[in-house]
């Protein structure tokens, strides 16, 4: 049986549009007010529920859900599909009350009360008992109800609890992945500092300890964390899709977070959903959005996927909080659009009063409709059904970067050649040329098939295992172009370093190897064979040539820094160091000049995004002056209907989404000029 | 019955002159020197007994008296008054050991150990019952000793406690606020994140949690807080006044210290006294002392107050703690005198030996009285005497500045537009411009009867009540002029966002309001309507005007930055971000011309403070160049008997103690300059 | 009987070279192959076992021996030594999970799990129990072995604990000290903020407490943890005499490490040895590193000592790590001979792979034995049997330096009048001049012998006794020349300051004394006595010369900074301040000047350090650049055997080991060059 997903809502309302919706923070009156202004608004999806444990069971086993039936009959009312949430993020006091063991205990031994949210063990029984018996009978009552269109698990999963219930949930993963004790202590190599493992029973989480914990034990830790969590995410899910078989199942990520591995995650959903925050004072902020958005993309298989939650204009959370000025509320959320984003939502519909959250943005602000930031949401929303041929549509890459949990955290832990060595960063770095560039990039676990893909990025794949480490040899032997970063291939799946020179497993389809990891203090001289020099810094290595041609070297010894191996069909490129940011984008041009691939645009703008998606060019203008962009080809801009032969004019925030005319369409006269 | 107040000390004392005395300390040959010492420096009152616990009570229920006894009769001999204190701010050891309930829980669930001080549980009915029965014996025995002239209970309170007992406690205090659950329901805003409380019992004081805590929950809290140690104080001071009606009885503050709202306890007192550090590394702290000691003499209602610990040179606890240079100990001394205080005392005569304050300054210095430090000690006891005049002087100021606990709490909570906007900075922002003008000011509670003042400042008043916001629109309507600073008027007592266009409970009466907060990163040009520009910081507000003109704009857009109001009889103005310090003097010279209030000085001079208490100017020279200050009228120096027409010359640090001669006198001859 | 030591294992093998050897972490096969090139690399000795208890008592009570004894015969046929650990420093998890009472507990009550190391109480009967069972079992299978040549007790001893059991035995130690509760509350002065003990039971360690703790009691405290791990180091170690009464017995230091007193543990060892890891981004790191060598001989009475522990390369602990460059390996090493080692022993022989410390450097890398380090430690191996005659060779010094752990301890508790003067920086700072002047210094502690020094220095001593300033008064009144830095002979061995002018019980000898130390924010200005002007910081104090002459002066008030006072028939001298490094270096010279001691070059050169060992003159480059430095008499090079009468070229981390031939040798010809 095919699932339900993204589809099953946006076939009959295009783009979906909408928010987090608490009704239950507000009498009763206001809510007939909030769906007229949804109405007003655009909105055709809200989330409700999110938090409504303890209003649905106020005292264990009661429930109440005549406000919510009227939740869901008034959105039905008004047309808005309801994105039915489990409360079960947020258990009410009584459960921590009557039940201690459910609430968390941190690596330390200090137990988290409630007061705030998010306060249970993954791993409690009593806990998974009193939410399921939930679960079940929320899907039991609203199957069926014709605004249901979604389901939405939990919240943010990211939980970690180390109390005694986590370690013997611990110990049964480490069971099932080990079988016996002796493979427990052959995997964490606990011959080291004595950590020997005898009984089964003496094994615990990596709880406080006067040193360094062992990092094998922390990897599996992570790990099990992110497995104890999708597994109540499974079991919600069981129970809706029981009772609800057509309605598609999702739960909302947060990026590039690392408590939870998406890629394992994502393919037990029906909907890729995520919650991102872009931090105004972050000049690279739209780059760093956009790997994000590429990442769901990729999450989501090459399909669509939702925007489940973006700020209207300020968080509450960071210490500092400017608002969005004018138009970056648009530009954000096309900018999703234009990576594949099929539905644009916020938290919140409408500005909470009381609780942590007072001072977080929303689509309705405290100082009501007729404000600033409730017009820009409104026109927004109208602007979005003009884009609705774009639900669905596929957004094409032939650059894959890859990037995988395990490894990030496996590379992150304490004891190691440089805390300066970032996963997140590293990935960023190598991403940052190819957006600036133009050129669309998918992101793929070490797994996936690269088949398909003329170059794939590898800017940090600490551990490795021996099946991705092969297939990536025969990708480049079959024809592919593939780069790698440093420190890559250092690890196996346990985290136990493959001894011999590095990076062991790719040494051969790299034609080089090394010998000594050499973090530096300041910029490192490097240069071109034959030309320019450039700067890298934090980390160089003592590399050979083993077949590879020394593409640049260090200034001072003449040391291999960027190595590029022709091998079978295809190059292997190593770089050897971390190059300031021109020096990437040198190595990003001639990848791609290997590669065969080229920009969209024939000459990208500083600040302007360009990226395709469906029949349609997407310009966004991030930058803070005006630009005018060469296009490939003539073509009509469907936001504004102006047309263009040669060049769009970009405001300051300004998007295009253009559609190119077919060859039979006359040319248009000369450049649009686009503003907010 | 009137109560004793702190002229029932100063009636045949005048000034007080003083310290913390600890004999308990040194063998008893010693404090016959002291004794004679303090004669020959002028000490008129020492404070005893204030960590006597374990040496009055060696073990439970024990009492030795018989030392204590020694010292009182040894103080009265020598013509010296004793501030006795109730020795319950640290418990001793054995009631730790004994009854470790007794011992304070922090957030995380640590117990804090004795071995330092201060180690009780507020809400402990066991601290209680042991504190009360020995300040029940201290209090019998001592009623009627001759030295015996104020009562010292505990020592600047501020304890917190999280256990068990406390959120027992925490309940009680919350059903009397209350009423029932509802209530509290309604007020904490408990359907945001699922925080519904089934059961009085779940209800807990605001421990580590997974995130934000309840921004209400908290507040309250800090009531509960600041309410159980004054319900211990209550306890002690009723206990007292049964056993000597007459003697009155004090607790001592630690200035704009977050943890008691000293609002709420002055007026339980029946002296208010303070101790007070300034930091010497802070080129501002004469400024900052000043507000702390207006705020002293408006917990005393404009009466005077009594100083009751500061430095005699460096302290101990800071990281890096240089002395204070010569004449600044007086200097600083004279500036509380001038300021209202009756009373100069120190921590402490002598020197310690051992234990964690060895390192802090003393009256006496571990090397004796042969020392420059002393030598100031003893000069200033002598200089003091010739202002006995003073004591009991009123010190007269037309502006009010009004300031409140419960709003400091509820602005700093987490989870804010800015955590950089901060309740007692910005206090001392608007404060700093009219003490560089020589126009004193009031400290007042926002509840305050205004009626009196020429002009009211309200820096921040983040939460306010409708009462109190009420008033202030009386009071403007009435004549008078009010400055409102940004983020006032934002939430009610509960913390709730008061919804609707900011600051809905004043919006009326500055003619204006705002529908967005906008923080910013670095500085904001505006401009003065038609004239210069000056840069603002932090904090912007997207406001319109109503009726007030738009005394100053942002550069950029043109909106209000400043606004100002003619409501009713008087002037309202409102000020949309944080200007830097010359635009503020810029502000309060015109506030002050609207209020027609002009500071003490023809011509203020940089870091002269000029301020009048009873018939005497004193100008104090905080600065570290000697400086010619012009005189409004001829006048003589107190301290140095010289008269002077035109100006008094100030070197560093110098002093002048100026009274103006009547009429009929003939005018002295010229310039008098004073040294140190 | 006269115990073994150092001498018994270099007698036949001239010095020593090797590291910890871990062949649990490695399959059998791995074995031979370490042999070989453990050969092949001139390692003589290893260390063997120091985190086997999980290894070797894999389940209560068993023992399991035989790979051990298969290690230990292995390394007998290579003819390579064993310094067999006791493995106590890290017991198996099984003993804290079945007896939790064993994991120690930090200030704060959380306890620390196993997962890393060192998880004991050091307090704990049942961890002591275990331990020494096995130890003695051992014990007992060991001795006798051919390869046996030294036991190694633990490893890094610095654990602390404060749970009730280390509580326990921290009365048994006071009641020990101190006799009685009277004799504690006197020497703690707890008359201080009421913290008299009423009964033994009421002690406790200084847990975690509302504000400061008692510093007498911290004090104490330190010392206890310090006797508690000795009391440790000794029971194992008379069990280790028991049964090898011929085996020397060592434990590893770690420098000038807090937790334990030094000079109290040295003279239960039979050989000194130390762990130095010094950190490549200190440019001072040579001089450190002196410093640290010489306390070493220090601790050794004068005799050579081991350096146990170095790296190859980088280490993996600190945040950034970078490797050291080639030579570096060999600098180092060459140092320590040059200051008294007789072995050099690196962590470890061959790198993990798995583990918290897979990347530190070991000598056999990841990469095998082809590459650079494994080259250079081959290289090294070598030429250190060039330099056996230095084994046992003493380091003459003319100049001692004072330093004392519970006066560190006293000197940086919380609550004084800088956390800006720290003990070791202090002390490192007057070390300072004398190295780069090529003075060798001895490290003493404050109750040494003094007599043979003509120059005693005393950067600091805040605690010291009556008896130690009673000797070094008498040290100079018999013709020593004595240097006494600022804030020493403050207090006595409780932690009470001494009253009256201080240093008190040095005033007689300094003739000088001073009223009030007087920290500062930025350089203060002094002028020498006729000349010229320097900058002092941190820290002055207000001095008065009584029989001194005021050698320095501070600019702004000519108080004294720097006094000499003649005393019998020697010199002292006392600075109140802390002057700049320059200024630091005319009052060593000075100083020597008074003392007669000349450097050892002529012309001292920047970065070379020159230290003599027996009839050798090490000259070590620490530049960056080549340098010529003149030598006092023609000499020989032991490492090249080249020849030169005037001087000698040192490249960048080039190393010589001069022999100055007998006056019949006819002279060589000229300069020598030196390179790595």
Request: hydrophobic content about 40%; aromatic content about 10%.
């Amino acid at each position: 049986m095919t699932r339900p997903g993204l589809h099953t809502l946006t076939g009959g309302r295009g783009l979906l549009f909408g928010g987090d919706y608490n009704p239950e923070q507000w009498p009763e009156h206001v809510w007939a007010e909030d769906a007229e202004l949804m109405r007003a608004a655009g909105v055709n999806l809200v989330t409700v529920g999110v938090f409504s444990w303890a209003r649905i069971e106020p005292e264990p086993g009661a429930r109440d859900f005549a406000w919510l039936d009227r939740v869901l009959d008034l959105m039905d009312e008004s047309g808005i599909a309801v994105d039915l949430a489990t409360p079960t993020a947020s258990p009410p006091p009584w459960l921590g009350h009557r039940r201690p063991e459910t609430l968390p205990v941190d690596e330390s031994g200090h137990r988290l009360w409630y007061g705030s949210r998010n306060q249970f063990c993954p791993s409690s029984p009593v806990y998974r008992e009193h939410a399921l018996a939930l679960v079940e009978d929320l899907a039991a009552r609203y199957a069926g109800h014709p605004a249901l269109a979604l389901w939405h698990v939990g919240n943010e999963y990211g939980q970690v609890c180390h109390c005694d219930e986590s370690a013997e949930a611990f110990r049964t993963w480490l069971k099932a992945r080990y079988g016996d004790l002796d493979a427990l202590n052959e995997a964490w190599g606990t011959t080291f500092w004595s950590q020997r493992y005898g009984d089964w029973a003496e094994v615990v989480t990596p709880r406080r300890a006067p040193y360094i914990i062992n990092p094998s034990q922390q990897l599996d830790w992570r790990r099990f964390c992110s497995d104890a969590l999708l597994d109540h995410f499974r079991a919600e899910r069981d129970l809706l899709r029981r009772h609800t078989p057509d309605i598609p199942v999702t739960t909302n990520f947060m990026g590039l977070f690392k408590p939870v591995d998406a890629w394992s995650w994502a393919r037990e959903e029906d909907v890729v959903s995520n919650d991102h925050y872009p931090d105004p004072a972050d000049p690279l902020a739209p780059a760093r959005t956009a790997l994000t958005h590429d990442l769901m993309r990729g999450l989501a298989g090459g399909g669509p996927w939702l925007l489940m939650e973006q700020a209207a204009s300020a968080v509450n959370w960071r210490p500092h909080n400017p608002p969005k000025p004018p138009g970056r509320l648009r530009l954000e959320s096309l900018q999703a659009v234009a990576r594949g984003a099929d539905g644009l939502c916020y938290f919140q519909w409408r500005a909470s009063r009381f609780g942590a959250e007072r001072f977080h943005s929303a689509m309705l602000p405290h100082a009501g409709p007729d404000t600033r930031l409730h017009a820009e949401i409104r026109a927004h929303g109208r602007e979005l059904r003009e884009l609705a041929r774009v639900a669905g549509r596929p957004v094409p890459a032939r650059v894959a970067m890859v990037f995988d949990w395990p490894s990030w955290w496996a590379l992150e832990e304490r004891g190691r050649p440089s805390d300066r060595l970032n996963a997140v960063e590293q990935l960023f770095s190598y991403y940052l040329p190819f957006w600036e560039r133009g050129v669309t990039v998918d992101l793929v676990p070490p797994s996936a098939d690269l088949t398909g893909y003329a170059l794939v990025v590898v800017p940090n794949l600490f551990l490795v295992s021996d099946a991705d480490a092969g297939a990536m040899t025969a990708y480049v032997h079959g024809g592919g172009v593939l780069v790698v970063g440093p420190f890559s291939g250092i690890v196996d799946p346990r985290a136990h370093v493959r001894t011999g020179r590095f990076p062991a497993p790719l040494r051969a389809v790299l034609g080089a190897s090394g010998e000594e990891w050499q973090p530096v203090e300041g910029p490192v001289r490097c240069r071109w064979a034959g030309g320019a020099e450039f700067d890298a810094h934090t980390w160089t290595e003592l590399v050979a040539a083993e077949g590879a041609e020394t593409v640049a070297a260090f200034a001072g010894d003449g040391r291999p820094a960027v190595l590029r191996h022709r091998a079978g069909e295809g190059v292997a490129w190593y770089v050897a160091t971390m190059p300031e940011p021109d020096a990437l984008g040198e190595l990003a041009e001639r990848a791609l000049a290997d590669a065969g691939v080229d920009g969209i645009l024939p000459e990208p703008r500083h600040g302007v995004e360009a990226v395709r998606r469906g029949e349609i060019l997407f310009l966004l203008n991030h930058g803070t002056e005006t630009v005018r962009v060469p296009l490939p080809r003539p073509a009509t801009d469907l936001l504004t209907g102006s047309a263009a032969d040669g060049h769009v004019v970009l405001a300051p925030r300004a998007v295009a989404a253009l559609v190119e005319p077919s060859p039979q369409t006359p040319p248009p006269g000369d450049d649009i000029e686009i503003t907010l």
